[in-house]
């Protein structure tokens, strides 16, 4: 009986080892234009106990990058390339980019990775990436297509099938209704494929413009900023110097500097109290004063609720016993956004601010508090329009609780971290042809200590918008600065001071001369991998990337 007791004990144990998936499950979640200091954990007054936690019993990353927009940010967090590699934004001489690219076959999605390890995986919220979802790999999808309304969403797709319109009389808030699916696709792989692991990526659009929010929770930030950006902007800098998240100075605010797109009938439509420029708040009247505190209680409300909608999301994983083997994820795709717009259903000057009638937008004044301590916003390529919160969060492999990350690292490394720590690889081919080597690193070494990821650089193109790091040296230029010369870049020592505030371009030419022909050499190599193959319908184009834009906005597409 000996022998027989022994073998049915492997049996038992072989069949309790398969209820469990071997590897650990992935959550990404993304923010949508959250700016630098917004999270609590990374020196907001904002409420975010669930952010917070997940910090303190992970890492924060005090250096971590996006692309300075959405649809490029999404396309580097999915693939693993610069967005220009694989079409999905512009290059000077090159195809067709920008929101409408279409990538190369070769360039899969993260999805297709990991169908082999026998991943399951889910997509909740903004898409904006070309092609379909399910097509992508995805094994479901809630997709939202509408970003006018977050109380009556228009276009939005179930596992890529359009749903019905929600009817303004029975509104649905969309930040509940996208982790209402990340959850319900949870909770379905609880009971049908738990032995498998999971990928979950929940794209919300919270705090995107327009801003909407709940009454309730808006309510609870409604006399919070009444003291104005200035003071914010400067509370939140001392909170990050003493929690040890930088080390460098506080950006000067550029008053000239306003939206990045001109809109000026905007300010008609919004009234009185809205302004356009970063002015110094003392400056303003009370109309202007009472209008913008508002604009921005109704942004902290966004971000609250957003982090107690996370908190459901960790809830399920936590009853599912999935919650330690999960390697979570959370970032933004952009800075803090100053633009300002009416689109979508216009707005209503006379209905409370947050409402489904009203459009705001946050706006170049408490954008730049959003981004602090850095300099500009999002578009721009300046450290405000770049940098984002990243939080792990992986507590079965990551043993440090509480501590930075300070390796300069960008959304192009989710995928080789994500490959690494989950056994996988990159797709070596497609269709018969060599898929060519991506840029990204792991970040799987910075989980054990700071300092251990190496590269030779990160570049950046958007709209004309051009900067590249190597080390902690950085050469950045804006769209409206001269083309040529060292004075036209701005060169800064980022190990002291990542507000961009003193420029040694001037005092260093050389430098500057070397980082441009880097970022060149880079931008031809780019071209050359965007153009092989390339069909005919996305041949260059000359309009100009303001026309563009402007074209876009108006149909509302962003």
């Known amino acids: 009986m000996k022998p027989l007791v022994g073998a049915m004990l492997v049996l038992f144990s072989a069949t309790a080892m398969a209820a469990e998936p071997s590897r650990p499950n992935v959550v990404v979640i993304l923010a949508d234009d959250l700016g630098f200091s917004d999270l609590g954990c990374y020196g907001g007054e904002i409420e975010t106990p669930v952010l917070d936690g997940l910090a303190k019993n992970g890492l924060r990353f005090t250096q971590f990058y996006n692309t300075a927009r959405c649809w490029p940010s999404r396309a ?74 977050f109380f009556a969403p228009q276009n939005h797709f179930e596992d890529d099938k359009k749903l019905p319109p929600v009817d303004p009389k029975h509104p649905s808030y969309v930040t509940t209704m996208i982790a209402d699916h990340a959850i319900k696709c949870l909770k379905e792989h609880a009971t049908q494929y738990a032995d498998r692991p999971f990928f979950s990526y929940v794209a919300f659009t919270s705090p995107h413009f327009p801003l909407h929010a709940l ?8 006399d919070k900023y009444r003291g104005g950006w200035t003071v914010a902007r400067e509370a939140r800098w001392q909170r990050q110097k003493e ?48 209008f913008q505190a508002a604009k921005m209680a109704v942004h902290a409300a966004m971000v609250d609720r957003m982090d107690r909608e996370i908190g459901r999301l960790v809830e399920q994983l936590r009853v599912m016993q999935a919650f330690d083997n999960t390697l979570i994820f959370f970032c933004s795709d952009n800075g803090a956004s100053a633009e300002l717009m009416v689109r979508g259903n216009g707005h209503d000057p006379a209905a409370p601010a947050g409402s489904d009638k009203t459009y705001l937008c946050l706006g170049p004044g408490w954008s730049n508090a959003a981004n602090t301590p850095f300099r500009r916003n999002k578009t721009w390529v300046h450290e405000g329009g770049i940098s984002t919160p990243l939080i792990v969060h992986w507590p079965k492999r990551i043993a440090a609780r509480g501590e930075l990350r300070n390796d300069p690292s960008h959304l192009i490394d989710l995928v ?40 030779e650089s990160l570049w950046w193109l958007h709209e004309n918008n051009k900067a590249i790091r190597v080390g902690d040296w950085k050469l950045v230029t804006a769209a409206n600065q001269p083309t040529n010369g060292a004075a036209a870049w701005g060169l800064y020592d980022l190990s002291n001071d990542r507000a961009e505030s003193n420029n040694l371009a001037g005092e260093m030419p050389e430098k500057a001369q070397e980082l441009e022909q880097l970022w060149t050499k880079a931008t031809n190599e780019f071209r050359e991998l ?10 260059s184009s000359d309009e100009p990337p303001a026309a563009k834009k402007k074209a876009k906005a108006k149909k509302g597409t962003e």
């Open 215 to 222: 009454a309730e929770d808006i309510a609870k930030y409604r």
């Open 530 to 539: 965007a153009t092989r193959d390339l069909p005919a319908e996305q041949q």
């Open 243 to 290: 929690m040890g998240l930088l080390t460098c100075g506080l950006s000067a605010p550029e008053r000239e500097v306003g939206p990045p797109y001109a809109f000026p009938d905007a300010l008609v439509k919004l009234g009185p109290g809205e302004i356009n420029r970063p002015l110094p708040w003392d400056e303003l009247n009370a109309e202007q004063r009472d």
């Open 416 to 455: 080789p971290t994500i490959l690494d720590a989950v056994g996988g690889k990159r797709l070596e081919s497609w269709d018969g042809k060599p898929v060519p080597p991506a840029p990204g690193k792991s970040l799987v070494p910075a989980f054990a200590k700071s300092g251990r990821v190496t590269r």
């Open 76 to 149: 580097a967090l999915l693939t693993g390339y610069y967005a220009q590699q694989v079409r999905r934004d512009a290059l000077p001489n090159g195809p067709k980019g920008g929101s409408q690219g279409t990538r190369p076959a070769w360039a899969r999605l993260l999805p297709d990775m990991l169908k082999p390890l026998g991943f399951r995986s889910y997509h909740s919220g903004k898409w904006h990436v070309d092609g379909a979802r399910l097509a992508g790999g995805f094994d479901r999808s809630y997709s939202l297509e509408d970003h006018n309304s």
